[in-house]
């Protein structure tokens, strides 16, 4: 019940591409959702969050769609850019909750194509 | 200053060395972290500390010691590790509600 589930494993986007990130949960009690992106040889950064009272939020190029209904929720690049290759973690966690109870996913490697 | 700074950068070090990796943060963070990463994997939880004090050690085997001087300040103390402990080592910090994670750029340790 504490897993986060993450699909696809890898991806390979042409330039100006749309990249899609897929992102599942079962644990009910999560209400925080963040996605970090990680450089090679760098720590996590985060990218873009949401918490389930919004079905969508917006920062530049990316966007996460949330689906509360279906546990879900997804990252969108939009006009994908080779400098946004990267490995890219969604997580969920209790926003109030105990320190430790971060759960990432395992992780899409993202290449964006010249 | 929104900047976890970790030293070293690398290291390199022997099964019976003893070294300290190093975190600091100065953005009034009062909960502090150790994860540790392999390659192609997620960050994995070690230490929590919240307001100086460990709150969370999850099975972490007694070769790492961590340690928090100060609110600003956190160690990691490694002694008698294997080359599986090899691994990028991860500091972050939080405010302890809400936890949003702020991660340093980590250290990259091999064990040989």
């Known amino acids: 019940q504490q897993q986060v589930k993450q699909s696809p494993q890898s991806l390979i986007v042409q330039k100006g591409g749309i990249s899609i990130i897929n992102c599942a949960y079962e644990?009910?009690?999560?209400?925080?959702f963040p996605w970090y992106q990680q450089f090679p040889g760098k720590g996590p950064a985060l990218l873009i969050a949401i918490r389930p009272d919004v079905s969508e939020k917006k920062e530049g190029r990316f966007t996460i769609s949330f689906n509360k209904s279906a546990k879900q929720f997804s990252l969108h690049i939009m006009d994908s850019q080779p400098g946004d290759s990267a490995t890219y973690f969604c997580a969920a966690s209790e926003y109030g909750g105990s320190q430790g109870n971060l759960i990432f996913g395992k992780g899409t490697k993202l290449s964006v194509k010249p | 200053d929104t900047e976890v700074t970790q030293t070293p950068k690398h290291l390199v070090m022997g099964m019976t060395n003893k070294k300290s990796l190093k975190c600091e943060q100065h953005?009034?963070?009062?909960?502090m972290y150790w994860y540790k990463q392999k390659a192609k994997k997620p960050p994995e939880l070690m230490f929590v500390?919240?307001?100086?004090?460990?709150?969370i050690n999850e099975s972490v085997p007694s070769r790492f010691s961590p340690e928090c001087p100060n609110s600003s300040l956190l160690n990691l103390h490694l002694h008698a590790l294997q080359p599986e402990d090899s691994a990028l080592y991860l500091c972050a910090s939080s405010q302890v509600t809400p936890r949003v994670l702020f991660f340093g750029s980590g250290t990259q340790l091999s064990v040989l």
């Open positions: 644990n009910t009690a999560f209400d925080y």
């Open positions: 953005m009034g963070h009062r909960a």
């Open positions: 500390y919240s307001y100086e004090k460990l709150s």
